[in-house]
């Protein structure tokens, strides 16, 4: 954040004994780095996380006040009282222990069966733990009006399939950190130790098995190879062992005639390992995630399990408090409600009307650059105006507010209030299969700090959240808003034509709409972000950013950044040159905004985590990469051939 009596940009967080040409990172960010100490309770904490935590203070006081009332909850700012006053009631939590499992347990308890094992995967679906896969409700990719169910691969308590099947030291490690918090938690649930440890490793071998059979994170993005829509008894023909009609049936989905199965060979493997693995494995595997997925929530020993492998895997020192915790746990569970309320107070119809007029800029300056680009033929560039003209813009807030009404909540009773809550959203997810796609749904809440692209919605969504000081400030100047927010929509509308987002046509079907010669022209210069990206690395010489990975977020920044400096350019066009500030040209400013919304300080496992997960590359790159392309930004800075930041123009990426 702006640093106190400044707007926009603060000179103290610059270094400016670095060189702007030789690391501009650190000329930017350098005065931050070095006075900024990591917060315990935080892996990695930057711009963003000082936005969330600013957020955090008017959610606190909002639902403070809410809690306070101790009436019986009736109305929906009544019910997110309750929830949250439930939720900080830390006493009852300890009394409780794992009692509020005993149902799911006992019902695990009783599988003798395959017939049973499916029932109780629909079971953990329906509350929302996705049990073995992942079940949704999804616009049909190649016909974006309708929404279809839809399966993916899942099933894995590590945060991503490579964990199981490498072989080096970070994988053993947090492999052995997983063994060690499944014993713990079935301890917890009264196994006896020996028993835990045995049941863990079962558990983990059991996993290993989906995680053999799942798509890479590269592989998945590509759509047309997670798109495969069959019939139901055709899906029953690939999984003999799992009958999908009688499992929507019991998730409360409606009935339906065709899913998507996303990755075919996972749920083969998946159907075998139904038989194949002997059902005290599935049951062992089926009690720890339920405990897993409600451990939050649970009593303290629970919650320390927890947050002991998060330690393994992201290196964060403290628990974060009670209080930040119930208003994630709010977030997720009655988001609309939480963000209603957090909208009143904090976005007002000013600020939603200025942030539509910089969309507004931002679109025309890529309509601009759509109808200049020398590499793309006129009809590839008739297409893709059609698709920027057709873009869908959500700002703020939702225009209708969910309806809590059917959602029951007690004041004293949390774990029920978490299990109804994601019931209840659940429930109303998949109540749309079948339906034509509502193109009005926001699929984010308005606090939340972030921005996407959908390239089924065809649609870009900036919530109230986001739309503060330091990416959007009022009181800043042009420079600034433009290289900040300004860049931030630029990257969410680019990711409509990056390596996936370009596949969906202006309606947000999966079809073809380029000229061969024009794709081949886009991998191209695509394949050039990739191998640059792929170059750079994180914390040491054996740890890369992985380029195919981060491409789409690669090329948003990129584009983003190319058509919000245009945009700025744009919006100077017949106005007196804007004076320059704290020595800074507009253009310099325009670049530094965009270094500081980027500053970050992170662990090294934050980091080595991030680079297997994460599709965004670590943050010193998402400055250092874009940059070093640019010859807008040589010019600003007076960069010179030979510098670090200039690359030479035979291997500049530049797509849109």
Not at 109 to 121: C, G, H, N, W, Y
Not at 620 to 642: I, Y
């Amino acid at each position: 954040l702006a640093g106190q009596g400044h707007h926009g940009l603060d000179p103290a967080n610059l270094d400016t004994t670095c060189a702007p040409c030789q690391d501009f990172y650190r000329y930017a960010n350098g005065g931050w780095l070095t006075r900024t100490t990591l917060p315990p309770e935080y892996a990695s904490y930057g711009s963003f996380t000082e936005l969330v935590e600013r957020n955090n203070e008017t959610l606190h006081g909002i639902v403070d006040r809410l809690a306070a009332t101790a009436a019986p909850p009736k109305t929906t700012p009544q019910k997110l009282g309750a929830f949250y006053a439930a939720c900080m009631d830390s006493t009852a939590a300890e009394k409780a222990g794992a009692a509020p499992l005993k149902n799911w347990l006992n019902r695990i308890a009783a599988i003798v069966s395959p017939r049973d094992l499916a029932r109780m995967l629909a079971e953990g679906h329906r509350h929302s733990w996705d049990p073995a896969f992942n079940l949704g409700a999804v616009p049909d990719f190649k016909n974006s009006t309708m929404v279809i169910a839809a399966v993916s691969q899942g099933g894995l308590g590590l945060p991503d399939r490579d964990y199981y099947v490498r072989d080096d030291s970070t994988a053993r490690a947090l492999r052995a950190a997983y063994i060690e918090y499944a014993a713990r938690t079935l301890g917890l649930l009264g196994d006896a130790p020996a028993v835990a440890d045995s049941e863990a490793r079962r558990i983990l071998a059991l996993e290993t098995a989906l995680a053999r059979a799942s798509l890479t994170r590269v592989e998945r993005r590509d759509p047309n190879a997670n798109y495969h829509k069959l019939t139901l008894a055709a899906a029953d023909s690939l999984t003999p062992h799992f009958a999908w009609a009688s499992f929507l049936n019991e998730t409360g989905a409606p009935a339906t005639a065709s899913i998507n199965v996303g990755q075919p060979a996972f749920f083969r493997a998946m159907d075998s390992l139904i038989t194949a693995v002997p059902l005290a494995d599935w049951r062992a595997y089926l009690r720890w995630h339920a405990a897993r997925h409600l451990s939050p929530w649970l009593s303290s020993p629970f919650v320390d399990a927890n947050f002991q492998f998060q330690r393994a895997l992201t290196g964060v020192k403290e628990q974060q408090p009670r209080w930040k915790r119930c208003i994630q746990a709010a977030n997720q569970m009655m988001g609309d409600a939480l963000g209603e309320a957090y909208v009143q107070q904090t976005f007002t119809p000013e600020a939603r009307r200025r942030a539509l007029a910089m969309v507004d800029n931002l679109i025309a300056a890529l309509d601009d650059r759509l109808h200049t680009l020398e590499w793309m033929s006129d009809t590839t560039r008739l297409r893709a105006l059609a698709k920027l003209r057709a873009f869908g813009k959500k700002i703020g807030y939702p225009d209708k507010w969910r309806d809590y009404g059917k959602l029951s909540i007690d004041r004293g009773d949390l774990v029920g209030n978490v299990v109804r809550a994601q019931t209840f959203n659940t429930a109303r997810t998949l109540s749309r299969i079948g339906l034509p796609l509502d193109r009005a749904e926001w699929r984010m809440t308005p606090p939340t700090v972030n921005a996407t692209y959908s390239p089924s919605f065809n649609d870009i969504t900036f919530p109230a959240g986001i739309l503060q000081a330091p990416f959007f400030d009022p009181a800043a100047d042009d420079a600034v808003n433009y290289g900040g927010m300004g860049a931030v929509i630029g990257h969410e509308m680019t990711h409509g034509f990056d390596d996936q987002g370009r596949q969906f046509d202006a309606d947000g079907n999966l079809r073809d709409w380029w000229t061969p010669d024009d794709a081949e022209h886009f991998k191209d210069r695509a394949a050039r972000v990739a191998a640059q990206f792929s170059g750079y690395t994180v914390v040491d010489s054996a740890t890369r950013v992985n380029g195919r990975l981060t491409l789409g977020e690669n090329i948003a920044d990129l584009g983003g950044l190319k058509v919000a400096y245009a945009a700025f350019e744009r919006s100077l066009a017949g106005k007196p040159r804007p004076a320059n500030i704290d020595g800074l040209t507009p253009e310099q400013r325009f670049f530094l905004a965009w270094a500081q919304i980027w500053r970050n300080k992170a662990t090294d496992p934050y980091l080595r985590n991030q680079v297997v997960t994460d599709p965004h590359a670590p943050a010193r790159w998402r400055v250092m990469g874009p940059l070093s392309n640019l010859t807008e930004f040589q010019q600003a800075f007076g960069c010179k051939n030979g510098d670090p930041m200039v690359r030479a123009d035979s291997v500049k990426a530049t797509i849109w």
